[in-house]
């Protein structure tokens, strides 16, 4: 669910704001929870473990040979490997997507040193 705000004085109107999610009880006021998003580290792992699961898929299935299922018993180790990684990148992304990282943001006093102040909401 995506909650839009006014952006606050100094800020750009024409950026996009973050996306917002429902604010809990205990958030103080003129404060608003907002979601990591893109920048959860689990898309990062998610993203890597996909990328290098696809390789180690498409080495399966194209470059498996006598020499390698000679060296595995028959099975094609990369295959499989590939799979597996390809699932575990698929489960970070579910997960990120269905328990975000939750932020308190709120806009700081005029004079302080950074504009905005990040807290975690856990």
Not at 96 to 103: N, W
């Amino acid at each position: 669910m995506n909650a839009h705000r006014t952006p606050s004085p100094g800020e750009n109107e024409d950026t996009p704001a973050p996306e917002a999610v429902d604010s809990p009880a205990d958030v103080p006021e003129g404060a608003a929870v907002e979601t990591a998003g893109a920048f959860d580290i689990r898309n990062f792992i998610g993203a890597l473990l996909g990328l290098f699961g696809l390789i180690l898929v498409a080495m399966g299935l194209f470059a498996f040979g006598e020499a390698e299922a000679a060296k595995t018993d028959g099975l094609n180790a990369n295959l499989w490997a590939g799979l597996a990684l390809v699932v575990v990148a698929v489960a970070f992304a579910l997960w990120s997507k269905l328990d975000p990282i939750r932020l308190v943001v709120r806009d700081n006093e005029d004079g302080a040193e950074v504009p905005r102040d990040i807290a975690p909401l856990d």
